[in-house]
């Protein structure tokens, strides 16, 4: 049965990844290079040390804003080229805002500084009181000087959706009840309720980020793992093989594993 069709029908017993592969997710970053760097040594790790898969490392979206290297970031994992791992990017309602403001749009600019552009825009070298001060206009184009063209491609290319078996990944979530082909692109990227209170089996476990938690939030149908690393310094990540799964974390101390299943 494809994947859609479990989507749409439904299914039981315990979710399963893809056949004969294995997939990281990795929760929001927001700017944090230096545990990007510790999370990304974590998975490199993990996987030389198990079975050879075929093997992929699903980004959940909100690479940028708030914490201090979004720059670095960005760079960091356009360039990233591990032996045997596939990386796979999705777009976050932030990669989404700060893409329209590229566009020549400023109309997110003011709300964008105060939610996490402030110190994007400095990891550019932007000064972030200039931009509040001069034209909305006049600090569009300085921003766009500033944050290279293969930096604003990267982010372009950036998908929705990825599926694995019985799981999908999305950034934020899905809207309960609508089938995943016809589900809107707003509430993959931004939604929090209903999605977050809802029980129903999505005929999938949906793994998301977007919606901080102080641990890995488990459920039946879903699992978050936004365990908010621009303040807390705990980067997560989900491995999935098989009907198995584990969670590495990584922060200010040494990196460490949650739970291995």
Not at 78 to 107: C, M, Q, S, Y
Not at 113 to 130: I, N, Q, R, T
Not at 196 to 212: A, M, S
Request: hydrophobic residues 40%; contains cysteine; aromatic residues 8%.
């Amino acid at each position: 049965m494809s994947f859609w069709k479990r989507i749409i029908g439904g299914g039981g017993g315990s979710p399963r990844g893809k056949a004969g592969a294995r997939a990281y997710a990795v929760g929001d970053i927001h700017g944090r290079l230096d545990l990007l760097d510790e999370v990304l040594a974590r998975i490199e790790d993990d996987a030389a040390h198990r079975r050879a898969r075929k093997t992929w490392a699903i980004f959940l979206g909100d690479l940028i804003d708030r914490g201090p290297d979004s720059a670095g970031v960005i760079e960091r994992l356009r360039t990233w080229r591990p032996e045997h791992i596939r990386p796979v990017f999705l777009a976050g309602n932030h990669e989404e805002v700060f893409l329209t403001i590229l566009g020549g749009d400023p109309k997110f600019l003011a709300n964008w500084l105060k939610f996490g552009g402030a110190e994007c825009a400095a990891s550019y070298g932007v000064d972030p009181d200039l931009l509040r001060r001069v034209d909305e206009d006049e600090a569009v184009a300085m921003l766009r000087a500033r944050v290279p063209r293969r930096h604003r491609e990267f982010l372009e290319g950036f998908a929705d959706t990825f599926a694995f078996g019985d799981y999908l990944f999305v950034h934020a979530g899905i809207r309960p009840g609508i089938a995943i082909e016809e589900q809107d692109r707003t509430d993959l990227r931004w939604i929090r309720d209903p999605f977050l209170r809802d029980t129903q089996d999505h005929g999938c476990v949906v793994v998301h980020g977007h919606t901080i938690s102080k641990a890995v939030d488990e459920r039946t149908n879903r699992i978050g793992i936004d365990t908010g690393a621009y303040k807390s310094g705990i980067l997560t990540a989900l491995a999935v093989e098989g009907e198995r799964r584990w969670f590495l974390a990584t922060g200010t101390t040494p990196a460490r594993e949650l739970h291995r299943g």
